[in-house]
T-cell receptor, first 111, second 112 residues
């Protein structure tokens, strides 16, 4: 059965304190791994797609990496506006294009 | 310009009622989706649909039915609402395949 597990469930950082969020997955043929950001009361906002092990993508203070079993979202020198829930999702080869989401990591960055 | 929009944003109703949630996308996408986010914030796929194929998550009760009047719209009809249907429902769309999905703002459904 396809599974996506994110850790930690919640993370509190001081402004400027870098850290990483983890997403481990088991799927029957990965066609893509996605990172989304979700603010309270809003829909998920797309951040990155990774397709193959070794791939990396960056956007401002965020960097996403992918191995055959997990992905990391590295946050460098975070700011309070980075506070949100970060969702990882996989696109298995047999899903009919739907995404399987993890339960998310709730990130709070304090000044 | 709003890419994926949903109405209403909030919906409060009694058990047993029938309700609909509307979704429209102006991105020209071929594929649309409905997801349910429960009280623990877990997002689960309910349906994916393009003009050729409807794929239903087998765990979704048949009281839920998607209706697509045209390529830009995918509405969600729910019959005989139950307490457990209370959740936030998100519509999404993409240009198919492995491309990123764009999500609407969500509809918070509360069944009393």
């Amino acid at each position: 059965e396809d599974q996506v597990t994110q850790s930690p469930e919640a993370l509190r950082l001081q402004e400027g304190e870098s850290s990483s969020l983890n997403c481990s997955y088991t799927v029957s043929g990965l066609r893509g791994l996605f990172w989304y950001r979700q603010d309270p009361g809003k829909g998920p906002e797309f951040l990155f797609t990774l397709y193959s092990a070794g791939e990396e993508k960056e956007k401002e203070r965020l960097k996403a990496t992918l191995t055959k079993k997990e992905s990391f979202l590295h946050i460098t020198a975070p700011k309070p506006e980075d506070s949100a829930t970060y969702l990882c999702a996989v696109h298995p080869s047999n899903s009919g294009y739907a995404l399987n989401f993890g339960k998310g990591t709730s990130l709070l960055v304090t000044p | 310009d709003t890419a994926v929009s949903q109405t209403p944003k909030y919906l409060v109703t009694q058990m047993g009622n029938d309700k609909s949630i509307k979704c429209e996308q102006n991105l020209g996408h071929d594929t649309m989706y409905w997801y349910k986010q429960d009280s623990k914030k877990f997002l689960k796929i309910m349906f994916s649909y393009n003009n050729k194929e409807l794929i239903i998550n087998e765990t979704v009760p048949n009281r839920f039915s998607p209706k697509s009047p045209d390529k830009a719209h995918l509405n969600l009809h729910i019959n005989s609402l139950e307490l457990g249907d209370s959740a936030v429902y998100f519509c999404a769309s993409n240009s198919g395949g492995d491309n990123e999905q764009f999500f609407g703002p969500g509809t918070r459904l509360t069944v009393l």
